[in-house]
């Protein structure tokens, strides 16, 4: 999902098994350095019946801490609310987002499941 340019297949992005409980999916990632989001592009290239429904974004700015601290305050900040999202495209968001300090992590939320290829998060270094 965070390799460079677009998916060449399938099998390469990430892909979710069909939930059969109740909630999402969700990946957690650090960013290179903490910085301000600009724009957010996800991709859901080759994927045409298993792509998902919709997706959002949230972060937080952490230093030290635990991997449960981290997914506790990422809950607390929403930088896009849920976005509907279509098979075989790129998907940019900008005017969606919200205004947000500097932050370390994201955490990428698909509804309820599927594949997305790339997650892309654009903006300035701290």
Known sequence: MLMPGRGVNMGDGWETRRR???GNDWAIVALANPGVIRAIEVDTAHFK???PDRCSLQAARVEGGTDESLVTQAMFWPVLHEQKLSMDSVHRFEKEIAALGPVTHVR???????SVSRLRIFGEIE
């Open 20 to 22: 059969r409980e109740p």
């Open 49 to 51: 019946g298993n792509y």
């Open 108 to 114: 990428f939320n698909i509804y309820p499941d599927g």
